[in-house]
Nanobody, 120 residues
Framework: QAQLVESGGGLVQPGGSLRLSCAAS????????MGWYRQAPGKQRELVAV???????DYVDAVKGRFTISRDNAKNTVYLQMNTLKPEDTAVYYC??????????????WGQGTQVTVSS
């Protein structure tokens, strides 16, 4: 199994920016899809953005034009650049990875979550 470690969350004012990072480690052969989900209090976890190993991306409509997902395949790391943040972006953000292990098993791994709070 792989381990995902997130960083970069925090408190920011509306209109501000944050950059989240998530590094995967362990017995990794390759990672197909990496992404970010978020869960606000009282709401279900929702997909925010995903990126394939080839660089194709997709975003939930609410963040299009404001958030950018990217990855460094050599470092097994995914990033989420969040600009023009709004109070409704407040949530715990979780990193996700669809990992092919050296054993050839496929697993879905999650990070521990990082809090993002947008408030004045």
């Amino acid at each position: 199994q792989a381990q995902l470690v997130e960083s970069g969350g925090g408190l920011v004012q509306p209109g501000g920016s944050l950059r989240l990072s998530c590094a995967a480690s362990g017995s990794i052969l390759t990672i197909h899809v990496m992404g970010w989900y978020r869960q606000a209090p009282g709401k279900q976890r929702e997909l925010v953005a995903v990126i394939t190993s080839g660089g194709s991306t997709d975003y939930v409509d609410a963040v299009k034009g404001r958030f950018t997902i990217s990855r460094d395949n050599a470092k097994n790391t995914v990033y989420l650049q969040m600009n023009t943040l709004k109070p409704e972006d407040t949530a715990v953000y979780y990193c996700y990875a669809n990992v092919i292990l050296t054993s050839r098993a496929t697993v879905d791994d999650w990070g521990q979550g990082t809090q993002v709070t947008v408030s004045s």
